[in-house]
């Protein structure tokens, strides 16, 4: 079955500080990993997008890793700010053009605190 | 435009209303996809369209769900005889054929249904 989970669900931490998310998944085939930031009654946003041959990718303080092996990415924030309290939502597309392709896992919640 | 708008931002209907619920996808993308998010951040998939014709539609709720794109006019989403386990925030997204395949996702619709 194709899933995708991620850990923590929530996570606080103080404004400066940086913090990891993890995303696990079972998807198969497999084509491209992405990391969304979804603010509060707004729509995901892209941060970064992987294939299976990119193991890092990086986007201003936010840097994704991949390890197509053991189906794990990660998402690390450095030097957190305030606006970066949000749900950040790993995805993970099997490919197909137009159809039903995206697995989305069920977010961590972050919030930074001054 | 080069963002996918989402019309109107919050909806709300009694039990056993009519919802409508439109989408502008960017111009140029010849996919457009629409979720529904309910509780705990899960997307549903309901139903993609490549251009004006139904692509996927695995998702969607057979009884009363109905969606369109009709060439020069908002894509819509249309519930009839709506329940209460209907509300959410509804997501359009769109994407163009592309080594991604990419998806922009609206700023979404709630619906509340009462």
């Known amino acids: 079955k194709n899933q995708v989970e991620q850990s923590p669900q929530s996570l606080i931490i103080l404004e400066g500080k940086n913090c990891t998310l993890q995303?696990?998944?079972?998807?198969?085939?497999?084509?491209?990993l992405r990391w969304y930031k979804q603010d509060t009654g707004r729509g995901p946003v892209s941060l970064t997008i992987?294939?299976?041959?990119?193991n890092t990718k990086s986007n201003g303080r936010y840097t994704a890793t991949l390890d197509a092996d053991t189906k794990q990415s990660s998402l690390h924030i450095t030097a957190s700010q305030l606006s970066d309290s949000a749900s950040y939502i790993c995805v993970v597309s099997d490919g197909q053009t137009g159809a039903n392709n995206l697995f989305f896992g069920t977010g961590t919640r972050l919030t930074v605190i001054p | 435009g080069e963002e996918v708008a989402q019309t109107p931002k919050h909806l709300v209907r009694g039990e056993g209303q009519k919802a409508k619920l439109y989408c502008a996808p960017i111009?140029?993308?010849?996919?457009v996809f629409w979720y529904q998010q309910v509780l705990k951040n899960e997307f549903k998939f309901l139903i993609s369209f490549q251009n004006e014709n139904v692509f996927d539609e695995t998702g969607m709720p057979k009884e009363r769900f109905s969606a369109k794109c009709l060439p020069n006019s908002p894509c819509s989403l249309e519930i009839q005889a709506t329940k209460l386990e209907d509300s959410a925030v509804y997501f359009c997204a769109s994407s163009q054929v592309t080594t991604y395949n990419e998806q922009f996702f609206g700023p979404g619709t709630r619906l509340t249904v009462l």
């Open positions: 995303c696990n998944y079972t998807v198969s085939p497999f084509s491209n």
């Open positions: 992987m294939t299976f041959s990119e």
């Open positions: 111009k140029g993308h010849s996919y």
